[in-house]
């Protein structure tokens, strides 16, 4: 009996075919991370089909731009942050609000949302106000809202104090820091924003 010499090679396992929602979460998290890897101007959707392991008609299929595709890729990931601190003092609260800003800030998605703030045009930046006040800048002004008036009702803060100019102090300070300095924004960092910018800001006359 002659044995060949040739032997089947074992069959493939055929990798499952994605579909829908799962395919469509392939691609959004792909267009998350060449966001954070080589930032807005990078990002092509042939990169994005590439890390998705997927074709690039399947990507071009669902969004025709990669706007289209950031701002959905956004939507899908910013961070939430819903729940307003309640231990008993506005510093204790501003504090621990200020470190869930910080680490959204610096999570995928944050770095995704500085790419496009930080790199796209004006006319592309416009595309994604929406997304990005709706998903980020509105509800963080409402938690700090909600904090300066609490503290307002415990005497702890100035009546005035309440007033878009406070609401947008911390935002708009950790953003410029983050952004022209370089900031990570360590614990530190914050308790000193708190304690000498937040603190004497609110503080009653007298107080």
Request: aromatic share 6%.
């Amino acid at each position: 009996m002659v044995t060949s010499r040739w032997t089947a090679a074992p069959a493939q396992a055929a990798s499952p075919r994605r579909r829908g929602a799962v395919l469509e979460r392939a691609i959004l998290d792909a267009a998350l991370d060449q966001l954070g890897t080589v930032g807005w101007n990078g990002l092509t959707m042939e990169g994005v089909a590439a890390g998705a392991q997927t074709g690039k008609a399947a990507v071009y299929r669902r969004w025709p731009s990669k706007e289209d595709l950031v701002a959905d890729a956004l939507k899908a990931a910013l961070p939430r942050i819903e729940e307003v601190p309640d231990l008993g003092s506005v510093r204790e609260d501003l504090l621990l609000l200020c470190r869930q800003a910080r680490d959204a800030m610096f999570s995928r998605p944050g770095y995704a949302v500085r790419s496009v703030v930080h790199e796209c045009n004006p006319a592309q930046a416009e595309r994604f106000h929406t997304v990005i006040f709706d998903g980020i800048v509105e509800p963080t002004l409402k938690l700090l809202r909600e904090v300066i008036m609490r503290g307002i009702a415990r005497n702890e803060v100035r009546s005035d104090a309440a007033n878009g100019y406070v609401f947008d102090a911390v935002p708009a300070m950790m953003m410029y820091r983050s952004k022209m300095c370089g900031s990570e924004w360590s614990d530190r960092d914050l308790e000193e924003m708190v304690d000498q910018l937040m603190v004497p800001l609110l503080r009653p006359s007298g107080g």
